[in-house]
């Protein structure tokens, strides 16, 4: 925060200076005031600029104040429940965990509870005793031969690329020190991936890592990757919920040689993933490919991320799975507010369905087909807080991530240039000038100790619910305000009978 306001202050005094000598009365007897002139000059003859040339020199103070623009507004201007896409409470909520700084918070909730739309969760007064270790969550259906026991909260899908080699690093060094762990991202394994945390190898549509020269899956580098001790499962990435229906895109300015030899491509040049994969193109074929990659791995978890987008087209994979007999290991559901680094403005604001309605359908559908007892439900969108947990459990999910909420514990100020190669903390900058400012001796430390204290707030809310059993969570223990009233999320979204969209549809 003081290298924003200090940045202001230097901007603010260049403004006034400018505008003292523009309205200096001896332009011609002084080398500024000639400098001076000759800008005046320049604006008034440019074409580019209208502001310039009807107000020349004064008029470059719009676009400083533009350049500066979102640092005044993010530092004060915001409330703290407003900025976007994370607010100032979460964005200091993680921040004290990270630091072990201060937990509670004085004077009462800033949050207006009056409002549409807002969530609470039903507590007891006959609060359980805290469990002393958080619960873990065994992830392998009947076919996984090598079945991983997962944290209930830990490090999404963020590749090596659009984040730093330190970044990376201090993730994977806290995954390690934390016992949880954390998605490499379709960017393909690094040696800074391999530095001894539990790793989910996530395989997009351009297959870097197992990749053949043509852009095509190559299941003998796969084979290779697999084999590696710290990957524990394998994730195919059929869509992301900041962008789905488009491809992964890493500038070019990011590009560079490392990262290129990682990915199998050509270095600065902007890396564009296909929309859709060529291992398959229907549910059928997604199924044979989830069981080759499990022969490849030797049996370890092997799941599917996508954001829903045509309701149909999961059902039919979920009609696949019954007909073939081949069920993944888990589903990671993605909401269409979920985070990228770089992602076309109308795909992040217009496509894909919400999470919380998303993670509604597939849940409800797994159930109805009778799926769900063999498919652990993973999620990450927007999972910063315990209660983000506890109502993503209670709607049905097995396991939760965050990549953003990582981030802001590597340092992250929301300064909004992850696609630019020029974030200010060094998180997504591969730029030595910035990326030197993330130690990663002492921001590993921080990402463990937001993942711990995260979860050591959920325990809390967990035993102030009155549980003691993860199966206990259901939808009745979230309400939200809907009109005049207060309705429970089984009220508002209730459960599908297990089997029942087998015996409706007549599947079996």
């Not at 001790?229 to 789905?244: D, R």
């Amino acid at each position: 925060m003081r290298e924003a306001i200090k940045f202001t202050c230097i901007a603010l005094l260049i403004i006034i200076v400018i505008t003292c000598v523009s309205i200096w009365p001896i332009y011609g007897f002084s080398t500024l005031g000639i400098l001076i002139f000759g800008l005046g000059i320049h604006d008034i003859t440019q074409k580019k600029h209208a502001i310039l040339r009807n107000f020349p020199v004064l008029g470059h103070m719009r676009f400083l104040l533009e350049l500066i623009g979102p640092e005044i507004h993010q530092y004060f201007i915001e409330s703290d429940t407003d900025g976007k896409p994370i607010n100032r409470n979460h964005r200091s909520y993680i921040y004290e965990r990270a630091k072990l700084e201060r937990e509670t918070h004085p004077f009462g909730t800033e949050i207006n509870v009056e409002e549409e739309g807002y969530k609470w969760l039903q507590h007891s007064i006959y609060a359980a005793k805290q469990l002393e270790e958080p619960p873990r969550v065994l992830v392998g259906g009947p076919d996984c031969k090598q079945p991983y026991s997962a944290s209930i909260f830990n490090i999404s899908a963020m590749s090596f690329g659009a984040l730093s080699k330190n970044a990376i690093m201090a993730l994977n060094i806290g995954a390690k020190a934390g016992n949880f762990f954390h998605d490499t991202g379709e960017g393909g394994i690094s040696e800074y991936h391999r530095k001894g945390g539990d790793l989910v190898y996530e395989i997009g549509t351009g297959y870097f890592g197992c990749r053949t020269e043509d852009g095509h899956f190559s299941a003998e580098k796969l084979k290779e990757k697999a084999a590696f001790s710290e990957v524990k499962m394998i994730e195919i990435k059929i869509s992301q919920g900041a962008k789905p229906g488009h491809g992964g895109v890493l500038p070019a300015a990011k590009n560079n040689e490392e990262i290129a030899t990682i990915r199998g491509v050509q270095p600065h040049t902007v890396v564009i993933s296909p929309p859709s994969h060529s291992a398959f193109r229907n549910a059928k074929e997604l199924c044979a490919w989830i069981k080759q990659l499990r022969d490849l791995s030797m049996g370890k978890p092997i799941g599917f991320k996508l954001c829903i987008g045509n309701k149909k087209e999961f059902i039919d994979i979920c009609e696949a799975m019954i007909e073939t007999g081949i069920k993944p290991d888990f589903i990671t559901v993605d909401g269409g507010e979920g985070g990228t680094g770089a992602a076309p403005i109308d795909f992040s604001n217009y496509v894909g369905m919400p999470w919380e309605k998303a993670m509604i359908f597939v849940v409800d559908t797994l159930n109805g087909y009778g799926l769900k007892k063999d498919i652990k439900v993973f999620t990450a969108t927007k999972i910063f807080t315990a209660f983000d947990i506890f109502k993503a459990f209670c709607i049905g999910a097995d396991i939760c991530s965050s990549a953003r909420g990582m981030m802001l514990a590597l340092g992250c100020i929301q300064a909004i240039r992850c696609d630019t190669n020029k974030c200010p903390t060094g998180v997504t900058s591969s730029n030595p000038k910035f990326m030197r400012g993330l130690v990663v001796e002492d921001k590993w430390k921080r990402v463990k100790n937001y993942q711990h204290e995260t979860v050591n707030d959920f325990l809390e809310l967990f035993a102030g619910a009155g549980c003691t059993e993860l199966s206990q969570l259901n939808r009745s223990f979230i309400h939200k305000k809907v009109g005049d009233e207060i309705k429970s999320y089984e009220e508002l979204y209730p459960s599908v009978i297990e089997n029942s969209l087998l015996k409706m549809n007549n599947v079996e």
